[in-house]
């Protein structure tokens, strides 16, 4: 018991501010309490998204591969662009079209993704920036769930990149850019009724089961 309280009563006149010896003599600094300075802030919060609302209009505009639509603002910048791409000579048969997004982008840290934010939903899109041309791009099934909301939203466009956001009207060509670059639906009946037939030739029949 006594080994205890000579052990115990260093820490006890640490913990009242005085000032306790080392064995070279030295006196040794009482512990001080953390200034709040020095503690960690925790009132940061997240920079702020930057809105910006376009204001001008969608055209046609020409396209190697495919049918593209532009949102011109009205200072003469191609702010967003969709395009319907086709597949190219890489894609091998029965290639699919695929739905190409761009849009400006002037932050410093690059985003992995561009927002699609409707009326009749939300989706992402996996995207790079391109440094050289200063444009986020993104390319995307035309199932998606992206593509559904472009098609069917109404009202205002919300395109999300890092903390930038590009809100633009819609425009019934943008839902007939989605709808025309989709297969026609007999050749996705008709690919569906393949795959069927594929799955029951691969069923062993019943002889064969029986007789293993």
Known sequence: MRHLLLFAAPLALVACGAEISQPSGDPMPAPKPIASSDKPDQTQKRPDRQVTELSGSWTEAESANGQRLDYTSEDGIVAVSLTCQQPDAFSGEGGA??????????????PNQIGVLTSAGNGAITAQLDEETGEVTGIFDTRSQAARALANGKGNLRLVAGQSEYVVPTDGRVEQLVESCRPPIEAVLEGEAEADADAEADEPDDETSSGS
């Not at 079209?97 to 690059?110: G, K």
Request: aromatic share 8%; net charge negative.
């Open 97 to 110: 079209n695929a739905l190409v997004l761009r849009r400006t982008f002037e932050d410093d840290e690059a």
